[in-house]
Structure formats: C-alpha cells, structure tokens
C-alpha cells in the first residue's frame, strides 16, 4: 500500500468518525425539523480533506481590529459562557440553533462565518454540521479563545534560537495585543501585516477556558 493509499483510507477513517459522532450527537439535540438537503458524501469528504478550513487567531484579531462587515464571528459554546467571555462583535449561535433557525446569519451566504468556542471540538462539529447542511463560506477559527487568549493577549517569544518567521510571527502577535489590551510603550494600533494568509474575500490572562470544546 502507497503513501497516497494510506492518506486516503486515513481520510475514510476520519469522515465515518466524524458521521459516527455527528449521530450520537444528534440524539441529544432539541427535537426541531431539519430543513437541509445533505451534500452528498463524496463531496462532504472532500471538504473534510481540505485545509483550508481553519482561520489562525492572527487573522481573526486583524479582522476585528479592520472591522470588517464581511466576517461574522460566530460563538457555539452555550449562552452563559458567552456572557462570561466572548470575542468582540460575535454573536452567540449555539450548536443546537446553528442549523434550525433558518433566520439567523449563519445562513447568509455572501459572508464569511467564523465558528468558535474553548478549542476546536465543539466548533469542529459545528463546522462538519454544517457543511453537511451544504452551508457556505464557513470556517473555524483555530485553536479557539484558548489560542486566543494564548498567541493574542499573552504573547510570549519564541525561545533562542528561532527564525525569521517566528519573530515576524511573534512581532505580529505583540502588535495585535496591543490592541486589545494596551501597552505605553507600543503604538496603539498594529501594522497590517501583508504577508498574513488571507481571509477569503467577498469583494489579562488567568488561565484557559479549559477543555478541548
């Protein structure tokens, strides 16, 4: 068996989990009706294989800090923990609602929906959820507010000896943080970063969250 055959049947192995868990998950959400067509499982695999799913913190800040009207941050953990802490502008749309309140703006197509919570499980569901729904323009931010709280409002350096890439990284990471939460001896806003992976366009930390949601 090739290198390209074990790649493939790892990715099989992947989306049968994925089907497995997304029906245990269902047995336990609110009874509602489901008013989707499921894309169909070739395609839904493809879309499990690519990698291009997931936006870094990094991008998500410079969003923020852009204030951009075509990028919708979305929270999937449940309301309290969304009233506890949650990232500035988002909205709360719990896994449960995600996919069966045909009103809410995670079923606009025409922008670009970042799900998130603690980690990446829960919105990792969300986002496979979704795509089965055949929902477009969704993706995950990664890492969640852990990597959030981690890379933006913490940012520590790299240990010696690091590259080039790594302190462009970490310099990036200060410059965001100083935005969120100040420093007098940093400017008050970041420089865009030109080199930062693209969103797809359509024209004090105490400690972590906890868990792997």
């Known amino acids: 068996m090739n290198y390209k055959m074990i790649i493939m049947k790892k990715n099989e192995i992947i989306l049968l989990g994925f089907l497995f868990l997304l029906a245990f998950w269902s047995l336990f959400l609110p009874k509602k009706v489901w008013v989707y067509h499921q894309i169909p499982a070739k395609e839904l ?21 852009e204030k951009r009207t075509d990028l919708i941050l979305i929270d ?9 802490f949650t990232l500035p502008g988002a909205l709360n749309i719990t896994y449960d609602s995600l996919l069966f309140k045909t009103d809410n703006i995670a079923h606009n197509p025409d922008l670009i929906k970042v799900l998130f919570s603690n980690g990446n499980t829960l919105a990792q569901q969300c ?51 100083t935005y969120f939460v100040g420093s007098k001896n940093a400017p008050s806003t970041p420089t865009t970063n030109k080199n930062a992976i693209p969103v797809q366009q359509i024209k004090k930390k105490e400690s972590k969250l906890g868990g792997c949601s």
């Open 45 to 65: 695999h493809y879309e499990l294989t690519k990698n291009d799913k997931f936006i870094s913190v990094e991008d998500v800040a410079q969003a923020i800090i």
């Open 76 to 84: 999937v953990r449940d309301t309290s923990q969304y009233k506890a």
């Open 127 to 177: 986002w496979f959820m979704a795509k089965r729904a055949n929902l477009k323009n969704i993706y995950i931010m990664d890492g969640g507010l852990n990597a959030w709280f981690d890379n933006i409002l913490n940012p520590q350096p790299p240990q010696q000896p690091y590259s080039n890439e790594q302190d462009r990284l970490y310099q990036r990471r200060k410059g965001l943080s």
